[in-house]
């Protein structure tokens, strides 16, 4: 994926005031559009060199890899599919918490036996399809009080979830078995709510609820305040961000960022949803400066993929709907 063009130094400058010259180009892609710049042939960058940093775990299904990033934290990834989705197994002493249940490709449930025998809540970091397809193998599954949430819970159809599958998007073979022409996100039961400031006592490990509608109205992170670890779901990753989809905000995204900016004391590592599983929680500041440096109008500087604005910055980009700011 295209790295960034623009410095963190730069954006702390343009947040000031500071004005960039304006340089806009065109690009369209021919297999994963409306995704941001350059990720057609995405194969071609794997295996990404940061997961070598970690232990594998071996697994008997082909379609995930699990790795061991952090005492009690397992990262489960799914890399045969344009996602790239992570899904974290967060251990405690008493229960487990599965932060994400995937795609919904591969046997998610088997996977998480495989590492805890420990009773499971599943909580979602939002619930794009991408991130919920496992859910239905659970009993216990927290989300938030919002219609967005409530609403994702009763599944797709499968047209709604094709696009996994299209030209593209798959690299891997696919588990026996799976037809992807009924292939669907199932429906799963809401057994409690969660609100922003909630803890989540997993026993020997507390995680607190940070709600971070943008990304999606029911977006939320998962702060490790003992450990110094920020869980972001799809806030945060390192590739391009979407506020362009539909029921993203880009507003709300904005705000969100500063939250978690103002957090910054109390987390040094981010655990992310997409590509790879742990980046600098520096991150997270350097991302509410590229807000403020867009909504400000300071940075003038961007691609129009698949007809949306795309700003670049160091390791990252951030996708705004439509080709010009006015």
């Known amino acids: 994926m295209r790295s960034a063009s623009i410095s963190l130094v730069w954006l702390l400058l343009a947040a000031c005031g500071a004005e960039a010259p304006q340089n806009t180009v065109a690009v369209d892609n021919e297999q ?98 991408d991130h919920t397809g496992g859910n239905y193998q659970f009993d216990t599954v927290y989300a938030t009080a919002t219609d967005y949430s409530r609403k994702r819970s009763a599944g797709s159809a499968p047209e709604d979830v094709a696009g996994f599958f299209t030209e593209g998007w798959v690299w891997k073979p696919l588990p026996e078995g799976l037809d992807v022409n009924t292939f669907r996100s199932e429906p799963f039961a809401i057994s409690k709510t969660v609100a922003d400031g909630e803890l989540i006592e997993l026993g020997g490990r507390t995680l607190e609820v940070v709600m971070v ?31 362009h989809l539909e029921g993203s905000d880009f507003d709300a995204y904005a705000t969100s960022a500063a939250k978690l900016a103002a957090l910054a004391d109390a987390y040094d590592l981010a655990f992310t949803a997409h590509n790879v599983p742990v980046v600098d929680g520096a991150y997270l500041t350097a991302m509410h400066a590229a807000f403020r440096a867009i909504q400000s109008g300071a940075i003038d500087e961007f691609t129009v993929t698949d007809g949306n604005r795309e700003y670049f910055f160091d390791g990252f980009s951030i996708i705004v709907k439509g080709t010009s700011p006015d």
Not at 226 to 243: K, M, P, Q, V
Request: charged share 25%.
């Open 213 to 243: 509608p943008g990304h999606a109205p029911d977006a939320l992170c998962l702060l490790d305040r003992e450990n110094r670890i920020i869980f972001t779901g799809d806030t945060f990753y390192l590739a391009s961000l979407y506020t």
């Open 32 to 129: 994963v559009q409306n995704r941001g710049a350059n990720k057609d042939n995405w194969w071609d960058a794997l295996p990404r060199k940061e997961w070598s940093a970690f232990a594998r775990v071996p697994q008997e299904q082909d379609w995930f890899e699990v790795y061991s990033v952090s005492d009690g934290v397992y990262a489960i990834y799914e890399p045969g599919q344009f996602e790239e989705v992570i899904s974290f197994l967060i251990v405690g002493d008493e229960r487990a918490l599965l932060f994400d249940t995937g795609l919904g490709i591969g046997d998610m449930r088997k996977v998480v036996e495989g590492l805890t025998e420990l009773d499971i809540v599943v909580l979602n970091s939002h619930t794009h399809y």
